[in-house]
């Protein structure tokens, strides 16, 4: 079996990450990528690493040759996927998006954190939101992915053993999360020059990140109600990863003797998550280029607070990577295939 | 009046940042700089930045020749400094140690995290903790200053009108910390070469970190009793720079609209601390080389939460600026002598 | 004396430079800085290194206001300066221009290059081309000083002693040089983001750049004659620094002996060049933040080429720095004043 | 078939290079990895990318085990492989050595450069220097294969078509080369610490270079004679990638007309090496983690100067990536075996 894919808005690091990955996938082909602004130029030409990989170009987007594919991934900015999505779902196309359009169940969050209204709360009720580790079944006969977001994948895989086994203070939870600067896509802002952000680091989003609903709706899910979560993201002057180092208080402290036994059975037959032994730090290059997430537990003396700190790349698990094992999920593949070639470090 | 200033231990980049600021400090000579490894190496021949700046030889440490300086810094790995200072102490010099030696009045702990017993009891006891904002009237006077921590002086700076006021919950406070390279020093560790931190972010000491015992010793001052505080550090891939998230629980959430009043008036008549308006993300780069602590308060809705964010140079405020800020104290010039240059940005 | 001094164009990295040295400088007054753009902003919104150091905002540009001034600083793009020069001639007033409007005598080839007509040729034949270490007593009396570009100083540098003395095969020049980041400016360029230039390097603009006849005028100068010379520059994933290296073909290998000397003797009394011991390496970060260039010689075995490393800070003695160095030329005061402090390393 | 492979001296980055490309060869089992020094350690302790990779543990060096290989990759400090290989000749073993050993035909300039007598001259003499453009049919057969240095690789696949075709004056080449962190290996040299090279770049072995022999032996053989060439490398502050850019006079300025087609043709079937379009500026990034060497052509006006800019990763075009290849060569496999992966870009 070979998938046609379609690609929607490929100018963007995620764009690119997906072409990447799809490029030594071995049942996958690329029938088109599209982009407005760039249509007509090849796709090599924007990004040098694919040369000898593509002879594509990018295309204007259009419904009836992406409805040709059966698999369409969005990499668009946020208001687009919601509005090309019903099309495709009418023409049987099945989609992963990896914008935030079908992220939220509750549409009134999303429209106050997105500024616009939701044009599509019919399939944003049926998408699958698709972090494997959480809903593979369900995955596997969506038509309608709604891959995470890369802080959400990151901070959701670390709390989840704490949550679903209720050990933690379900409303005392505190996520530290830092990430590279490709996580700001690739548009021409000056504040993501190398002149700006080279050498420094900085908080951003401190009073309020679009990231928050999405990880507040996960923990609930996980918790079986409601949390309170405490979420500031960083900028790291560096390209790819995020670390996120996670606070909880443990309701029973005696309960740290099992913790790490829990996180290694919740995750045993996960093929992209990892628990690292207790007291380890993982690094964020150790899963760069990689579909893993690197885990480890930590606790100070006399405290009863769980450290957790958990790395992805935020271009693989954090996006493009996680949205090709979501397609493997969806169509019947081996989960880990185009997906299995180790982080590339140093 | 010129000080005749000795430096022990001069080739770190603690030694070469001393160097930096006090050539251009229009009341200092420095009269010898030592290093047992590097003695007679020209130290512009080490640091060609202080090519034309310096004449000054590496020297092997002699106490008699310290002994006729004004004042002495030492710039040591720990354990050094309290094998020293007595007899500098007793020829009548007064000396700012930057090494951890005297900065802990528990000499338990200090044992512990240092792995050796302390040597001079009778000075730990004596030493002012040299954090101006809190004790400069006693910093005047004092012949022995503990130059704080670089962490701890993020840390405790910005939870200080927080703990001093008694408005959170002083058993949970949280300090996510991030450094950039310089401050593991300059040995030839393969764990911090570029090729192995270079674009890359972790945590580090997440279990417990020699900083945790200073910063709780500074806390429980200020909160006039016992504190509960979790630290963890990180290291970011850049040379200088270090930025705390500091999270705290407000008792009463009204609170919140007073902070910002609060924190301005804490540190209003403080030439290197500044309050950045409410939710602003300070960066590291905005202290670049510049003896300052910039800091800003958030809030989340629906959250009792206090964040804030602080941010230090780590060689400078973190260390070699305040060694230089409490010299002046100490010697009775403007406070500000010598650290007026702005940050280096970009 | 306080020289009253005016800023156009005061928001890209040349313009917070200026502002960063003079902040120090005991005989300058900054009394207004402009930007069209960003009119009304404290200057210390945009740069908040500044806090505490200007109550200044930027200001629309008003040839009346500049027109008060001793001293006006461009540091804008191209074009602009050429428009507003001839009034503030006329007004008396001082300038030293940062762009690139003044510095090509031959105006055919600025236009080629420059891409429109020039405005001003009047003043471009009286503008003095301001490397104080070629013609520092023209600059003592210029109205108008065109500062020199940063490449074409950290090149020019290098080569002027091989050339003056006629050792050199002039016809085989070669200058291949390496900068940072903020070279390109402060405009959102897609190409300049964190996440396009880190982690990469890559010549630019290899097959002709607008610094080439800079270069070639100034090397011509030096040569007493005409020269060919091969420029490539490099985009380094860094912030600040140059470093250039240069190819000469010695007409007398003999020569090489003397060599040295004759480096040292040329840049004898120069403040702001050193000569490294023969077989060094200078560093950028060496002269990061100062007003130095750092070059040394070397000599491959059996070779007659002589090689030259020549580093400067490019928003330093390659603009800024060296701007104000003019500056001080021009109302007499010492040379180096405001600029004494060593480079911030590391 | 099935190559069982063992990596001696496995813990530097040249090691885990080869491992991390290894780990998805189909063809290829690695049955040891050597370390005296970390001999018992779990390799993915030390390189946590290669968890769930291999679950191999170092091991002492141990000629019987190596002797059951199919083939041994050397990626030891020069002086080792010359002991071990002769033993491992006799055994029938096949050896590619990423070390210098080999690489030179001339032992008396190799004794010079690297400090010490060579110890196997009649394996000097037989090994076949790698580089497949040049000698792919040798490689097929040989027992030995000296794989290239990073540095040597990139200047001479520059250079190449030029030389052999006799278009430039072989006594005038220059080499500007740049090279990131990785390339000086993982040792703890204070030189090498993030706070040393971080944010600075400078020239380094102006004076002599180890590769400079190797390169004038490969230029020496393609231009069919003597050369003279000038070669000075450079640390990038960065991780992986080495830029050279070559400059050679054209003998004939007519000649640059042809040149593009020249080398299109030249490589038009090497799999891994990519002319691209005149003018063009290859980054190193469109290399990072592949097999690949990208190269443009530039001219300057009124020049005779040829300018080629090429880039390769110095772990796998330059060691690593390259030695695979010469395995899949020696073994008859589709030489792009395991090595087809597009480069990881951002």
């Known amino acids: 079996m070979v998938i046609r894919v379609g690609i929607v808005g490929g100018t963007g690091y995620t764009g690119v990450?997906?072409?990447?990955?799809?490029?030594?996938?071995?049942e996958v082909s690329v029938s088109c990528i599209t982009s407005r602004s760039e249509a007509g130029m090849p796709v090599a030409d924007m990004y040098p690493n694919l040369r000898g990989h593509y002879d594509l170009a990018f295309s204007e987007p259009d419904v009836a040759v992406l409805g040709d594919c059966d698999l369409v991934f969005f990499a668009t900015p946020h208001g687009v996927a919601m509005r090309m999505v019903p099309e495709l779902?009418?023409?049987?196309?099945?989609?992963?998006?990896?914008?935030?359009?079908?992220?939220?169940?509750?549409?009134?969050?999303?429209?106050?954190?997105?500024?616009?209204?939701?044009?599509?709360?019919?399939?944003?009720?049926?998408?699958?939101?698709?972090?494997?580790?959480?809903?593979?079944?369900?995955?596997?006969?969506?038509?309608?992915v709604a891959n995470p977001g890369c802080y959400p994948t990151a901070v959701q895989l670390g709390f989840l053993p704490l949550l679903e086994q209720g050990l933690v203070d379900p409303k005392r939870l505190i996520a530290d999360a830092k990430s590279g600067a490709s996580g700001a896509g690739r548009q021409g802002k000056i504040g993501m020059l190398h002149g700006e952000i080279g050498e420094s680091f900085k908080a951003y989003g401190a009073s309020g990140h679009r990231h928050l609903p999405e990880i507040r709706q996960g923990l609930c899910g996980a918790a079986g109600g409601d949390v309170g979560v405490t979420f500031v993201p960083h900028l790291i002057?560096?390209?790819?990863?995020?670390?996120?180092?996670?606070?909880?208080?443990?309701?029973?402290?005696?309960?740290?003797?099992?913790?790490?036994?829990?996180?290694?059975?919740?995750?045993?037959?996960?093929?992209?998550?990892d628990v690292m032994p207790f007291g380890s730090h993982p690094e964020t290059r150790s899963v760069r280029g990689a579909n893993q997430c690197r885990m480890a537990l930590h606790r100070q003396e006399q405290s009863n607070v769980v450290i957790v700190s958990s790395v992805i790349d935020n271009l693989v698990k954090g996006a493009a990577g996680q949205a090709v094992q979501n397609m493997n999920i969806m169509f019947g593949l081996k989960e880990t295939m185009g997906l299995e070639a180790p982080a590339l470090l140093p």
Do not use: C
């Open 17 to 26: 990450e997906l072409l990447r990955i799809l490029a030594v996938h071995p």
């Open 237 to 273: 002057p560096m390209i790819r990863g995020i670390e996120a180092t996670l606070y909880a208080e443990l309701k029973n402290p005696a309960d740290f003797d099992r913790l790490q036994a829990l996180f290694e059975q919740r995750f045993d037959d996960e093929p992209f998550v």
């Open 89 to 144: 779902m009418s023409a049987g196309v099945r989609v992963v998006d990896l914008s935030a359009d079908f992220r939220l169940k509750d549409l009134d969050v999303w429209a106050n954190w997105y500024g616009m209204a939701h044009e599509s709360p019919e399939w944003a009720e049926k998408a699958v939101y698709g972090l494997p580790e959480v809903v593979r079944d369900e995955i596997r006969t969506a038509q309608l």
